[in-house]
């Protein structure tokens, strides 16, 4: 397993997965200093605009950061391009990533050979997030570098795999950089990651909690307030399978034990998507390891103290 020199000196071996809406460059700077990856979603910028203004504020704190700290250089990171038709955005947003040289771009909703020789034009690094070992291989095939094996128990768009399985599968014919999503939100769980096969862990439920995410202060609290039983999967609210917090779902009047399937000609992540993600809010099965609402670096924090004992532990037996 290797992984490419940028993302080989991180502090722990996480990504902050990018959250719809929540993640925005005052996260994803927190995140980058303390040491992991962090992401937010291209269409997070709105309007398509804004983008330019988000990339020139981060590439320029985090370069000033490491002028200040060259002993603590802070990690790089990543933006995530929906890649599925509906994103009318999607040749834009990859003009400005290449624009900024930005070093990891996140694909989902579809693998596209051209996103990928757009990112490798100026040496940056795609990894295409996929919930099944039929997926992970079109996406290699049609030239990502890694992958994110998206597992049961993941927050927003979620496989249902045991994440034993699908890392295993991949790791039969796939011998490059894999980050592992679902559930994860303790150091625990990020060795447990590396432990079946993954390099890197992704996690994103934790991050909505803390200070710098803009989630609305009801949403952060119910993530700390909440466990892995308040969760549904369901593909209602995109059309694309997912897992959300049970409260909002019956907020909205929604019976969550009748819960009806959307078709999937219904996938949207337009303004309807916005809408329906800021009253429905999404969450991973791992909540039940957030305690409190903290500033990103602090949780952060607590993921290193936590990975570090996990591995003392192992290494003691």
């Not at 504020?57 to 200040?68: F, M, Q, S, V, Y």
């Not at 466990?227 to 929604?254: F, H, M, Q, S, W």
């Amino acid at each position: 397993m290797s992984l490419p020199p940028i993302l080989q000196n991180l502090r722990i071996p996480v990504i902050g997965s990018p959250l719809f809406i929540i993640s925005n460059p005052d996260l994803v700077i927190a995140q980058c200093k303390a040491g992991i990856v962090g992401a937010f979603p291209a269409l997070n910028a709105r309007p398509a605009e804004m983008l330019e203004e988000w990339l020139k504020r981060i590439t320029g704190e985090l370069a000033e950061h490491d002028a200040k700290h060259p002993e603590r250089q802070a990690a790089p990171f990543a933006v995530n391009q929906i890649a599925h038709r509906s994103n009318t955005r999607l040749e834009h947003d990859v003009e400005m990533c290449v624009k900024y040289k930005v070093p990891v771009v996140i694909t989902s909703l579809g693998a596209r050979p051209d996103v990928n020789q757009a990112i490798h034009s100026y040496g940056g690094v795609v990894l295409h997030d996929i919930i099944n070992n039929t997926f992970a291989r079109k996406a290699i095939e049609k030239g990502a570098d890694g992958l994110i094996a998206v597992a049961a128990g993941a927050g927003g768009h979620a496989g249902s795999l045991s994440p034993f399985a699908l890392v295993q599968e991949i790791r039969e014919w796939f011998d490059g950089p894999i980050a592992l999503s679902g559930a994860i939100a303790n150091g625990n769980a990020v060795l447990a990651a590396q432990a079946c096969g993954a390099d890197l862990a992704y996690i994103g439920s934790a991050f909505i909690a803390t200070e710098e995410a803009n989630a609305a202060e009801g949403y952060k609290q119910m993530i700390v307030e909440s466990g892995a039983d308040d969760i549904i999967y369901t593909n209602l609210i995109t059309g694309v399978l997912g897992n959300y917090l049970k409260p909002t779902l019956e907020r909205a009047g929604l019976d969550t034990q009748n819960l009806p399937t959307a078709d999937k000609s219904s996938m949207n992540f337009g303004a309807g998507a916005t809408k329906a993600w800021k009253d429905i809010w999404g969450s991973g099965q791992g909540i039940g390891a957030v305690k409190a609402v903290v500033p990103a670096g602090a949780l952060v924090d607590r993921l290193a103290r936590e990975y570090a004992a996990a591995r003392a532990r192992v290494l003691a037996v």
